[in-house]
């Protein structure tokens, strides 16, 4: 099992360029989210989905677009990057099984818009 | 207006000692909370959770203790170790909700 897969795992982009991050899990898991993380800030939900084909906005999609084709992969696009985008970018998969729930995250994609 | 609190921005505490990080949330809903430990540069990784119809969880050298009408949970550390500094989450969540996380506590060990 690889887990939870980021790809890029470091990117620079100008503003108004475009980009998608990768999330990948072979855990079969229906929930995926992609979240930020800002110093002092923790982490903040961008986007996250309770199944394929399903998405819903998170407490900061502004920017963000998101896609969830295929169970095991979760989409991040950014289609007019900005420099308040600069961030890292986390995503997680989550199983829950009664009262038992565990979330699962990815390494980190280190995001830098110029 | 935050929903999971963590009001200690960093907290230090003696190697071999009890460390004690405190989360506060608002939304009386939340039915499953749970901590996260996380290194710099790297993803952060689940700890321990528990359910609202709990009030204690424990892990090894991990318990997360829920006090539901104060809407507090705190999770000890017991004894604390060099490698347990870290940035700790607390994290709450509503049914098939998001997962809504406090601001982080970085936990220093002091030799």
């Known amino acids: 099992n690889a887990g939870v897969t980021q790809t890029p795992k470091f990117r620079v982009l100008k503003t108004g360029q475009s980009m998608t991050l990768l999330c990948a899990q072979d855990?079969?898991?229906?929930?995926m989210y992609w979240y930020r993380q800002d110093p002092g800030m923790g982490l903040r939900l961008i986007h996250y989905?309770?199944?394929?084909?399903?998405?819903a906005k998170g407490e900061v999609p502004d920017g963000y677009n998101v896609s969830r084709l295929k169970k095991q992969n979760f989409l991040l696009g950014l289609e007019s990057a900005a420099p308040s985008q600069t961030s890292v970018y986390f995503c997680?998969?989550?199983?829950?099984?009664?009262?038992?729930?565990?979330?699962?995250f990815g390494p980190g994609t280190r995001l830098l818009v110029l | 207006d935050q929903q999971v609190k963590q009001n200690s921005p960093s907290l230090s505490v003696q190697e071999g000692r009890i460390s004690i990080l405190n989360c506060d949330y608002t939304?009386?809903?939340?039915?499953?909370f749970l901590w996260y430990k996380k290194y710099p540069a790297e993803g952060p990784t689940f700890l321990i959770s528990i359910s609202s119809i709990k009030d204690k969880n424990e892990d090894g050298r991990f318990t997360v203790f829920l006090n539901k009408s104060a809407k507090h949970l705190s999770l000890h550390i017991v004894p604390s170790q060099p490698g347990d500094s870290a940035v700790y989450f607390c994290a709450a969540s509503e049914g098939d909700d998001k997962i809504i996380f406090g601001k982080g506590t970085r936990l220093h060990i002091l030799p």
């Open positions: 989905s309770v199944g394929e084909g399903t998405t």
């Open positions: 855990m079969n898991h229906e929930y």
């Open positions: 997680a998969s989550t199983i829950r099984w009664g009262y038992q729930e565990t979330q699962y």
């Open positions: 939304n009386s809903m939340f039915d499953y």
